[in-house]
């Protein structure tokens, strides 16, 4: 055998002892430490490592995951990461914690069911942190981040109902999770006419932007007046394109039509009762289209060809945010989505593969079946990628 024959040999066995030929070669110790630092952002410490790899060599990965997630760091960095994107227009993670980011970490954090983050009157704050939460500004969760406030000491991060902070104008009725918080306010209905709070919604929380959306089977009755009929002077352009999502999407965005955005308070508005003026802006584009008198909103993605999202909220109709919150986070497609967006934030790519398709198909349900517990979600998917 020549030399080179047995160097390259010899490489080889030095690769497999040290566990780093590749997956197939990564033994429990190498494995743990994948783990760790995919859930948590930071390497483990000695003891943790240990601990983390007695498990995964007796077989439960899902034990040495929460092990990890034990780890601050995955509130502060590694969750906070996974969550900035979806409270900003831009999406992107470089941005400060907000309430809306909080709350989603503490939700995860507590084991809330996931399906609250549409619905429920909560928000996280600090508990001894000055200055405290304001209508206002943001300087409180900046004040959580420069302290470094330990996130995953329920003593010091606290859930609170939104209805009952100072200068809040929301019953418990009205308040629908993250919908509802400050930061969703400023990034989503702020100008516009609160079309980009549904266009948000859908794109975090069924992994759809609305030209996946788009169907011009559906009824048109609630595109709102300020969409021209005949764009360009030509209706077919209106009938074959522009129907095709607001006819969805303006009967949906109805739900937040006592909110706004006030530039010069900084702060968000809830007027119960009265339709804000930008849900009337431009009616003379057409005069016969839909006048919103109300907070109702239709679902009629029910039908047609987004059926399968396979919507199974009790009602395909309500009033305001917290119930269409309800008929998002009831579908299968919310489910789906949280699975998909965990996978990409842990594994650090898209699914790719039949093998990861009827994973997260797995997972999916499993989420469900276990009170759709984000935690469960991210030591499912941790398990599954800590060998890649």
């Known amino acids: 055998m020549r030399a080179a024959e047995l160097a390259s040999r010899a490489l080889l066995i030095v690769w497999l002892v040290l566990g780093i030929a590749g997956p197939a070669g990564a033994g429990p110790r190498e494995q743990a430490r994948r783990l760790h630092d995919r859930l948590a952002g930071v390497p483990p410490s000695a003891a943790v490592l240990d601990q983390m ?4 060599a007796g077989g439960d990965a899902l034990a040495a995951a929460d092990l990890a997630m034990q780890n601050p760091q995955f509130l502060m960095t590694s969750l906070k990461n996974f969550v900035t994107p979806w ?9 400060d914690l907000n309430d809306y980011s909080a709350t989603v970490i503490g939700m995860i954090r507590d084991d809330v069911p996931f399906t609250q983050v549409l619905t429920a009157d909560v928000v996280y704050v600090g508990a001894n942190v000055q200055p405290s939460y304001s209508q206002t500004d943001n300087e409180h969760y900046r004040a959580l981040e420069s302290q470094r406030v330990d ?3 329920p003593a010091l991060f606290v859930p609170v109902p939104q209805s009952t902070l100072p200068g809040s104008q929301l019953m418990a009725g009205d308040a629908a999770g993250v919908l509802t918080t400050r930061a969703a306010g400023e990034a989503f209905f702020s100008a516009g006419t609160n079309r980009r709070m549904w266009r948000f919604t859908t794109l975090n929380y069924l992994c759809r932007d ?16 300020d969409v021209s009929r005949s764009p360009g002077g030509d209706s077919r352009l209106f ?5 095709g999502c607001h006819s969805g999407m303006d009967a949906v965005a109805g739900a937040f039509a006592y909110f706004e955005w006030d530039a010069a308070q900084m702060r968000v508005l809830h007027t119960p009762g009265r339709v804000q003026p930008k849900y009337g802006i431009n009616a003379s584009n057409f005069p016969f289209g839909f006048v919103t008198v109300d907070n109702r909103w239709d679902n009629y993605w029910r039908e047609g060809s987004h059926a399968n999202l396979d919507w199974r909220g009790p ?6 945010p917290k119930t269409l919150g309800e008929e998002v986070t009831a579908s299968r497609a919310f489910s789906v989505c949280q699975v998909e967006k965990v996978f990409q934030h842990i594994c650090f790519r898209p699914p790719n593969s039949d093998l990861d398709a009827a994973k997260i198909d797995d997972i999916t ?3 469900e079946d276990n009170a759709y517990s984000m935690k469960r979600v991210f030591a499912e998917v941790g398990a599954y990628c800590m060998g890649s």
């Not at 790899?53 to 995964?56: G, P, R």
């Not at 996946?212 to 048109?220: C, Q, S």
């Open 87 to 95: 409270t900003n227009v831009e999406r992107t993670l470089h941005a």
């Open 315 to 320: 009602n395909a109709g309500g009033y305001g």
């Open 53 to 56: 790899a007695a498990l995964i």
């Open 210 to 225: 609305m030209e996946l959306l788009h169907d011009i089977t559906r009824p048109v009755d609630r595109i709102r007046q």
């Open 365 to 367: 349900t499993v989420f």
């Open 151 to 153: 996130l995953s000491n």
């Open 239 to 243: 009938h074959n394109a522009c129907s």
